[in-house]
């Protein structure tokens, strides 16, 4: 059975499932910001000089992907030590470290371990106390942190805000130009995705990525299929400024549209429901048929991501000469917040991370009246003095104790009750003190369906008008006259009605 069969058929970033698995893409988590991307290996044997098979190695420690196997999403994986075996520069052997081998081979006992490795050829890993880590489930939010950068990257509060205003939702259908790295692609997958296509004619959600630079597009088709993307992914090595966006000549009904490209403008007049006078060419007709890459029956949104002005400048410029509407420009800042515990307070005393100073003012007098205290008790101390008029080393050394003495012991009665960590303290937040994401300006606008005279004749036969009843505007002044004394006559006829049943009550009572 090959790779590509006994692969998920599902990708991990839209249903990891509630374990790791062989084969799969894991996010490995050595610290908050720093997260390695490794697809994990069963154990068959010795991999790469290691016993334990293929081993992950950091400055925690070595992590063999065997402990991270059948484990739930988010795990602690321990850290282990391992064999290197047959790894690194070993030095000559001679006869006498041969012979001392054989020995030790002869007198080393049977042990159910033994036993294992031998069957087996993979060597059991034993934890370690050097560190740890965890394994995540992989998402566009951790991929885009941990992805190969091969170009400058769409972050996470770009594409969450783009894929907000271009309404991607599941069942649209996306085009987007400039792959590059992926990041922006694997966000989008997720946001149209509603299941995987039975057949061709079977709509789903989709993604239409073109990618101008060859060697780009290679390393992007190998992750797209490594990640089990490659059927909600089209990815197409073209360029965009002269080839268009159709698909072996067939429009992608795009409902959405993003252009990460250095030059937007020219790749604009290639996302028009007609053919733009300025690609006509001489004695062309305009009129002649055209395929659109736009879906016709719905307004299409478009985000152009461009890091310059004079970029946005020129963008809508194109934008206004080719009907797109609701022109908008937006700069994404982000700042993360962090949420920490502030510990403040003198008895802080042997704790990491912590302000060891007073916390109020209460605080801080008792302890300057701490150090009052002291001070006269040494100035009223009686010195022991030797022959020379100097004072005795044992006095010094015994006063010395007895004063650190007694003030541990007051600091050990004076602390508050033992708290956990993270309930100890106030809750303070702190912003980044710079922006880690890079400067980029977010062009926005919608092209309108066009609607013709089916349509509106569609339209016109599903809601009729002009033959509505009872409706302000379609009727006279003198019938709405008639309608109004109508309506008076039924209310004066309800009072009489009313008056003549009290009248009755009124007799029956007398």
């Not at 602690?76 to 081979?105: F, L, N, Y």
């Not at 991370?353 to 801080?364: C, K, L, M, Q, T």
Request: hydrophobic share 30%; charged share 30%.
């Amino acid at each position: 059975m090959t790779e590509a069969m006994t692969r998920p058929t599902v990708s991990p970033f839209l249903e990891p499932g509630l374990r790791t698995k062989p084969r799969s893409l894991a996010i490995l988590q050595l610290s908050r910001d720093n997260l390695l991307p490794i697809y994990l290996q069963e154990a068959s044997g010795e991999h790469d000089g290691y016993a334990e098979g293929a081993v992950v190695n950091t400055r925690y420690g070595s992590f063999p992907h065997s402990t991270m196997l059948n484990v739930p999403w988010g795990s602690q994986i321990r850290a282990s030590k391992v064999d290197t075996g047959s790894r690194g520069r070993k030095r000559k052997r001679g006869p006498k470290d041969d012979a001392s081998r054989d020995d030790a081979e002869e007198n080393q006992p049977e042990t159910a371990d033994n036993n294992d490795t031998e069957a087996t050829g993979v060597k059991q890993a034993v934890a370690d106390d050097s560190g740890f880590i965890h394994v995540l489930p992989p998402t566009p939010e951790l991929w885009t942190q941990s992805l190969p950068h091969r170009t400058q990257v769409v972050y996470t509060p770009d594409y969450s805000y783009i894929l907000h205003r271009i309404r991607a939702r599941p069942g649209s259908t996306i085009i987007e130009a400039g792959a590059g790295s992926g990041s922006f692609t694997h966000a989008s997958v997720r946001a149209v995705y509603n299941g995987y296509p039975s057949s061709a004619e079977d709509r789903k959600g989709k993604v239409f990525s073109f990618e101008y630079h060859e060697e780009r597009y290679h390393k992007m088709k190998k992750e797209l299929t490594d990640h089990n993307l490659d059927g909600l992914v089209h990815l197409t090595h073209r360029d965009v400024y002269n080839g268009g966006f159709l698909i072996d000549g067939k429009s992608p009904e795009a409902d959405a549209i993003f252009l990460d490209l250095p030059k937007p403008w020219e790749a604009l007049p290639h996302l028009s429901r007609r053919k733009p006078q300025t690609q006509a060419k001489e004695g062309e007709d305009i009129a002649a048929e055209w395929v659109s890459p736009l879906n016709p029956k719905r307004a299409v949104h478009i985000c152009t991501f461009s890091p310059c002005i004079e970029q946005v400048t020129r963008t809508v410029s194109a934008m206004r000469r080719l009907g797109w509407v609701d022109i908008d420009m937006v700069e994404i800042a982000n700042r993360k917040l962090h949420t920490i515990r502030d510990r403040v307070g003198l008895h802080y005393q042997t704790d990491r991370g912590v302000n060891v100073s007073p916390h109020d003012v209460e605080e801080a007098l008792e302890r300057l009246a701490e150090i009052e205290e002291r001070v006269r008790e040494q100035a009223a101390r009686p010195r022991g003095a030797g022959e020379d008029g100097a004072e005795d080393a044992d006095t010094v050394m015994k006063n010395g104790d007895d004063a650190a003495k007694k003030d541990n012991d007051k600091t050990l009665a004076e602390q508050p009750p033992f708290q956990t960590p993270w309930v100890d303290g106030r809750l303070i937040t702190k912003g980044e003190p710079e922006i880690k994401t890079h400067t980029s300006y977010l062009v926005f606008a919608v092209l309108p369906r066009e609607w013709t005279e089916e349509d509106e004749a569609a339209a016109f036969a599903k809601y009729p008008c002009g033959k509505e009843k009872a409706v302000v505007g379609s009727i006279d002044k003198q019938t709405r006259k008639k309608e109004r004394r109508e309506q008076l006559q039924k209310i004066g006829d309800r009072k009489a009605r009313r008056k003549e049943r009290a009248e009755k009550i009124a007799e029956a009572v007398e």
